[in-house]
């Protein structure tokens, strides 16, 4: 137990660099939060709902941070800062971050799959602060949600998503996946609030080029097919 603590505790350190040491990150409250998530859902697989409710409360009163007790959570997460809510039906997979004030939260349980109102975080993605994940959806392994998007449909793995509604960003993703991506998109201004709209303006306004030349070149040999067969009528009637 004590190697797999030292091990989580690395996984920890390699994804933020403002520890100096082990024993402060067992002063996160990412990391109490986890460490009483996992009593609590011991206890509501087991059916003790009450006591599972009061080690979740214990919790959200200590760390800011809400995760419902019957929530599936794998290896290695890392809530960075707090004030986090997770919701009942959700599963988060291993190796996953998520950074402040974000929501895997429930829609009405009348759509999508019945008795999964909370998403499905795949192995290793990462949600940057103040996103908002909501209902039965999955976010693909290696993906990653940037600040403030709000994500209602599946995420394919390894993209990287922006804005509300979130969308895919237009960069490679083999441009910058390799390494771990804080806050899950680049520092660079094609990822900067203020200049999204303009990116995807540009984007949208290259394929109205394209279609535009598309039906330029159709009409041409629409009329160039016209003309040689006007020509051929002209021959005939001579």
């Known amino acids: 137990m004590a190697r797999s603590l030292v091990y989580y505790l690395d996984s920890v350190k390699a994804r933020d660099p403002a520890p100096r040491s082990r024993a402060e990150i067992l002063l996160y409250p990412g990391v109490w939060a986890l460490g009483l998530h996992r009593v609590a859902h011991w206890l509501f697989t087991g059916q003790l709902f009450f006591l599972a409710r009061v080690v979740n409360h214990l919790s959200r009163f200590l760390t800011a941070i809400d995760i419902h007790p019957g929530a599936k959570i794998g290896r290695n997460f890392f ?104 806050y899950g998109t680049p520092c660079r201004d094609l990822f900067d609030p203020s200049t999204q709209k303009l990116e995807i303006m540009r984007c949208e306004l290259e394929q109205m080029r394209a279609r535009l030349a598309d039906l330029i070149a159709e009409r041409e040999a629409h009329g160039a097919r016209d003309d040689a067969a006007a020509e051929a009528k002209d021959r005939d009637c001579a």
């Open 79 to 182: 809530i960075d800062h707090g004030f986090t809510v997770i919701g009942e039906t959700a599963v988060i997979g291993d190796d996953v971050t998520i950074y402040q004030n974000v929501t895997l939260g429930g829609t009405n349980p009348a759509n999508g799959i019945a008795g999964k109102r909370h998403p499905t975080i795949e192995d290793g993605a990462i949600i940057g602060s103040g996103a908002q994940v909501l209902g039965p959806i999955t976010v693909g392994a290696r993906a990653r949600v940037g600040a403030n998007a709000v994500v209602t449909r599946d995420v394919p793995e390894g993209a990287t998503m922006i804005g509300i509604p979130a969308r895919s960003t237009l960069v490679d993703v083999t441009d910058y996946q390799k390494p771990f991506l804080p």
